[in-house]
Structure formats: C-alpha cells, structure tokens
C-alpha cells in the first residue's frame, strides 16, 4: 500500500502562485508514475500533470503548472503560477503503476484526500 498526503493548498488572488506538495509513504517506489489530478464542483475530476521518466502535462496546463520530485523525500511538488479563477479544485496527488504516461483516473491506483485550492479574481 502507499500512502499520499497532499499540502500547499489555499486562497490565492488570481495571478498569484502556489505549491502544493505530495508526501508518500508505505510501498513506494521510484518507479511508481505519479500524477496530480483536480476536480472543480460539479466537474469531473480531470488530469493535470504527471512525472515518471519524464514530465507530461494537460496541454491548458503546459507554462503555468511545474511537477518535480524530490525521490530523497518520497516528495512530488506542483508549482502553480499565474493562477486563475477557473483553477479553483480539490487538487489530488496520485501514483500509478504504470509506465508511458497515465492521464486516466482509472490508471491511478493510489489517492491522497486532496487539498483545497481557490483562486479569487
């Protein structure tokens, strides 16, 4: 089992930054892909970005949002800038164990609860 626990959410003013960072614990593996999804109210939770031999992102995504990882601290970051209203979620840190780039839900086996991330304009 692996354990994620998600930090770094708040209220920003739109234009502001934020990074949320992922702590894994339990059976984790270097070779685990690890992603970041978000889900807005009343939205599907959707893929934002994901870091396993490379880095990939959701293309609206792409310049503001940075994943990393920190292998040393079992740690994974999303570095948020020039947010937006509409970046408003519950942002969640997931693993997967697959290779080549998961984007699914259904691809992700492991869970953190999530931390909140408001943007107000």
């Known amino acids: 089992q692996v354990q994620l626990v998600e930090s770094g959410g708040g209220l920003v003013q739109a234009g502001g930054s934020l990074r949320l960072s992922c702590a894994a614990s339990?059976?984790?593996?270097?070779?685990?892909?690890m992603g970041w999804f978000r889900q807005a109210p009343g939205k599907e939770r959707e893929f934002v970005a994901g870091i396993g031999w490379i880095t990939y992102y959701t293309d609206s995504m792409k310049g503001r949002f940075t994943i990393s990882r920190d292998s040393s601290k079992n740690t994974v970051y999303l570095q948020m800038n020039s947010l937006k209203p509409e970046d408003t979620a519950v942002y969640y840190c997931?693993?997967?164990?697959?290779?080549?780039?998961?984007?699914?839900?259904?691809?992700?086996?492991?869970w953190g609860q999530g931390t909140q991330v408001t943007v107000s304009s």
């Open positions: 339990g059976r984790t593996s270097t070779s685990y892909t």
């Open positions: 997931a693993a997967s164990r697959l290779g080549g780039g998961p984007r699914t839900v259904e691809s992700f086996a492991y």
